[in-house]
């Protein structure tokens, strides 16, 4: 099977480098071009330009923003905890992805799987020899099942979009901003401070985010025994995180192992946000590497 993906043309950026560890750095852009525009002819993540899809991306977010609330996560987190809707393998959950579309992202308006194929391969070419990045690539959006019958349909505003922490002050930097007032969670004093119920430095992993396919698809990962580094599970659980790794929102909260794992995230988030432009992809042909890569991190099949 051959799909029609967009990707841009690779070229030589100025470097701008990370430290990983004493022996070895990695270049953050990694020779990656983004596009200028995405597919619909607007910059990317603009919420404001006027379109029928962005009228639908701001009642997504005013619902989003509305329904989000403590209790809620605790119920979900509990709920969707257990793993016990279906047990399948990753590849046959990206093949679950085929039909659907999130209806949160301005910038794409194509089926899912398309999405995790050109972010793995992007990223693949930039840095062949982490292979663990590449799988996280292709990985990082399956908890978007959620949307599929069978894991419950649970709605758009539940699934996808943005993430922030609950049980703090919403930082105005979180898209439409405007809408958390009609949060219940934003007029209780318990968690409508800086800190509300956490402590300076806790730690990202003591944070309660808000319910979706990034926080979903980490239980799934973390309880089925994955031995993905923890870099790689920091990106599937906070990747859109957006307040955090483009507006620098809640670092107060963020601990010395967060410090180190948000590099990679930064490293990773150009290649989810901006590989979203056109180039053939032979998925038969590729399939094969992407399933060397789920053997070596995952059991054949996980609990879903």
């Not at 016990?84 to 799987?113: A, F, G, H, T």
């Not at 402590?199 to 003591?206: P, V, Y």
């Not at 399933?291 to 991190?297: C, N, R, T, V």
Request: proline content about 4%; some cysteine; hydrophobic content about 35%.
């Amino acid at each position: 099977m051959t799909i029609l993906i967009d990707q841009p043309e690779h070229a030589v950026e100025e470097e701008t480098k990370v430290l990983v560890d004493e022996e070895k750095e990695l270049v953050l852009d990694g020779g990656f071009l983004a596009p200028d525009t995405n597919s619909f002819g607007h910059t990317f993540r603009t919420y404001d330009a006027e379109s029928e899809r962005q009228a639908g991306v701001e009642n997504f977010y005013r619902i989003n923003h509305i329904s989000q609330t403590y209790d809620f996560v605790q119920r979900m987190r509990e709920a969707y905890g257990k793993l016990d809707k279906v047990e399948m393998s990753i590849w046959d959950c990206c093949e679950l992805l085929n039909d659907v579309v999130d209806e949160s992202d301005p910038d794409l308006d194509e089926p899912q799987i398309e999405h995790l194929l050109q972010t793995a391969e992007a990223i693949r070419k930039d840095y062949p020899n982490e292979d663990w990045l590449h799988l996280t690539g292709l990985i990082h959006d399956l908890g978007k099942v959620l949307l599929h019958p069978s894991f419950g349909e649970l709605p758009q505003w539940a699934v996808v979009g943005d993430t922030y922490p609950l049980g703090c002050a919403f930082d105005e930097s979180i898209v439409h901003h405007k809408y958390f007032k009609e949060n219940p969670d934003y007029h209780n004093p318990a968690y409508n401070t800086k800190y509300g119920v956490y402590s300076e430095r806790c730690g990202l992993n003591n944070i309660l985010m808000s319910w979706g396919h990034d926080d979903y698809m980490y239980l799934v990962a973390k309880e089925n025994k994955t031995t993905l580094p923890s870099a790689a599970l920091f990106i599937i659980r906070y990747h859109s995180f957006y307040s955090l790794h483009k507006s620098e929102a809640y670092k107060h909260l963020m601990n010395e192992e967060d410090d180190e794992n948000l590099k990679w995230l930064q490293i990773f988030n150009k290649y989810d946000l901006y590989s979203k432009s056109k180039v053939r992809i032979d998925v038969e042909k590729v399939k094969p590497y992407y399933l060397s890569l789920i053997k070596k991190y995952f059991p054949a099949k996980l609990r879903w």
